[in-house]
């Protein structure tokens, strides 16, 4: 599986030109260039490199993926920037996304301290959660179309 999302980030790496990143005021390129990448390896499958809902896996679901790039639209022109936060750390539950036990993309985002040592994912700290998931919300928000 991680080989799999590691090809498609790489075979999608062209496709960079083609996602509209807007300037954010408060977010930095670097942070929206992180984003980006783990918007390629955990939402990508589902959503499409674009956002648009997409994704190659997207023809296998029952309901089809969220266009992220009209939240904004969507909500009065207003980014849901605390709603688009819960629902990738899973406080806020969606089907398509899995239980909060077993989330599709897994341990990515969730805070594990290093206290067991036969987990298979390296430990990350709250605040390394809290930067990729800020990252991800970042980038989202940046190609909200207009």
């Known amino acids: 599986m991680l080989a799999f999302g590691v090809l498609s980030v790489m075979l999608a ?20 260039s992180q984003g980006e990448l783990e ?5 990508a499958e589902c959503h499409g490199i674009g956002a ?9 679901l029952r309901k089809r993926p969220a266009n992220l790039r ?8 207003v ?4 709603e688009v936060r819960d629902f990738i750390d899973g406080t806020r ?3 398509a996304h899995g ?3 077993m989330p599709i993309w897994g341990l990515a985002f969730q805070h594990r301290p290093d206290t067991n040592r036969n ?28």
Not at 39 to 43: A, D, H, P, T
Not at 52 to 60: N, S
Not at 119 to 146: F, M, T
Request: charged share 20%.
């Open 52 to 60: 648009t809902g997409d994704g190659p896996v997207a023809r296998a």
């Open 119 to 146: 987990n298979p994912a390296p430990p990350l700290s709250e605040a390394e959660v809290n930067g990729k998931i800020d990252a991800l919300v970042e980038y989202i928000k940046s190609i909200q179309s207009q």
């Open 79 to 82: 980014f849901p920037q605390d």
């Open 13 to 32: 790496a062209p496709a960079h030109a083609q996602t509209g990143v807007a300037k954010v005021p408060g977010a930095n390129s670097a942070q929206i």
């Open 93 to 95: 539950d969606i089907a």
């Open 39 to 43: 918007f390629r390896l955990y939402c």
């Open 99 to 101: 239980s909060r036990e």
């Open 70 to 77: 009209l939240l904004a639209r969507a909500h009065g022109g």
